[in-house]
């Protein structure tokens, strides 16, 4: 049986630059905007037009270069908000104006100083005067989470009587228990008269650390949109994370809901909007974050090892992560160092791997994490065998006044080759020159470098990791040039597979 899709509403760029720090300039919102729209997000609400100048000119830029998404510009229930909206949806293919107003109690009394027919009466004017310039309306009922059910689905029945095709129940402070938020929906489903002429949108905070839930509680209980951020971020808390409602219903396939997300993007498109944004994802966000496929525990490790879905009910490669991260901790078993051995290229025999496993206990005691450049301590260069790649020569030429050329001379399969290249620095020169000689297409996946003393004469040592087919590659050197140290760890991953 087909799945019945749930509309991706993404917000990021007017909820999620909300967060304090993260603002984009047009240039920007246009590179996160053709992400989302190569993502297959349904609809993009691309700013909040009458509140800057600088958000007017990103709406409508934006709705210049989007063709496939809805574009949706965010007003209050202001005739001038609205028009301001129309004005910078001009441009778009597809526009919809996003305008509404609080419901609740403390919205009603404190925030409006009105009272509940002045606000119903607000809400069927304000959807009224936007399907003037746009057939695609939607309404929000703003704190509708704090909101009597009977009240809003009276507002909710009015402004969908008006024209309204889209109708957003907002837990604007992430307060509701999703059995609550659930309740809302199913009771504006059985109560509401012509429900069935628009769409019924949730827009979740995570205040208490529920906006995925409630929202997952929304869509089963009747709900078609779902309004949404990269990696959960926005107003306080944030808001419901795109990638995890994407990933719930995707593995839950028993809802019999789905997304038209393509989510071997969601990787991708977190790391732009964390960098656009310098806002970091933290390490054990769901999905996206740095550890959500990382595996340290000896038991754990043994059991992805030997077959993934033993700890991992989502496939890394389907969020368009290479692979699952085997880190070695003193908590790593044997099956898991051996497993790292042999991704740098050690062979061991099991009396070998036993004494080296003694060894790394030890060392693992008194580190957090064991490194690549560890291993390579523990087990000895000369377990590894000869290399077909080495690098004999390195010249490099740079500064503020010349173009940063490198001459790499390498040592293959008994010849030496000689290149040179220019690049954005010295050790980009110097890569590229590598590549030249290797002639095999890679892609350098992590480049990381660590110091290990102080001062300016550090001892600085660099872990690189390649992509070749496939195929993860792991490359490792230490020197005080940092320079130096960098090509040698790219020429010693690059060893592995020529």
Known sequence: ??????????????????????????IEKIEVAKALEGLGVDIIEAGFPIS???DFNSVV???KVIR???????TRAVKKDIEVAADALQYA???????????SYYHINYKLNSNEDDILQRAVDAVKYAKKFVEDVEFYAEDAGRTDNEYLAKVIEAVIKAGATVVNIPDTTGYTFPEEFGTKIRYLKENVKGIDNAIISTH???DLGMATANTIAGVINGARQVEVTINGIGERAGNTSLEEVVMILKSRKNLGLDTSINSKKLFKTSRLVSNLMRMPVQPNKAIVGRNAFAHSSGIHQDGVLKNRENYEIIDPQTVGIVESSIVLTARSGRA????????????????????IYHEFLNLADQKKQIEDDDLEVLAGMEERGARNLEITSLQVICGMSTNPTATVTLNLNGEAFTESAMGNGPIDAAFSAVKKIVKKRVRLEEFLIQAITRGSDDLGKVHVQIQHKGGMYYGFSASTDIVTASVEAFVDALAQIV
């Open 1 to 26: 049986m087909a799945s019945e899709k749930i509309h991706v509403f993404d917000t990021t760029l007017r909820d999620g630059e909300q967060v304090p720090g993260c603002q984009l300039n047009t």
């Open 52 to 54: 800057s100048p600088g």
């Open 61 to 63: 830029e934006i709705s």
């Open 68 to 74: 496939k998404p809805v574009i949706c510009g965010l």
């Open 93 to 103: 293919e597809r526009p919809r104006i996003h305008t509404g107003i609080g419901t």
């Open 204 to 206: 979740c905070h995570n």
């Open 336 to 355: 898991a160092l051996k497993h790292r051995l042999e991704k740098i290229g050690y062979k061991m025999d099991q009396k070998k791997l036993d004494h």
